[in-house]
């Protein structure tokens, strides 16, 4: 036969709820212009990625 559930507290609810936080974006700086970009990734600022240019970026 079934057992009904049991109450579920408060405090053991909330701790299940505990971990439903944000985590900050890993920024590591770029070492062409040392502006700060996600790692992996082309910068935007200067368009090198590896130590070559991958992307022309219009001079301002």
């Known amino acids: 036969m079934a057992v009904p ?6 405090a053991r609810r909330n ?3 505990a ?5 900050a974006p890993n ?3 770029c ?3 040392s ?3 996600m790692p992996h990734t082309v ?4 368009g090198y990625y590896n130590g070559k240019e ?4 219009a001079e301002d």
């Not at 559930?5 to 408060?10: D, N, Q, Y």
């Not at 991958?54 to 970026?57: A, E, G, I, N």
């Open 35 to 37: 502006e700060y970009i």
């Open 5 to 10: 559930k049991g109450k579920v507290s408060k």
């Open 27 to 29: 920024m590591v700086a």
């Open 19 to 23: 971990n439903w936080k944000l985590t």
């Open 43 to 46: 910068c935007k600022f200067c």
């Open 54 to 57: 991958v992307v022309k970026k």
């Open 15 to 17: 701790k299940r709820r």
């Open 31 to 33: 070492p062409q212009c």
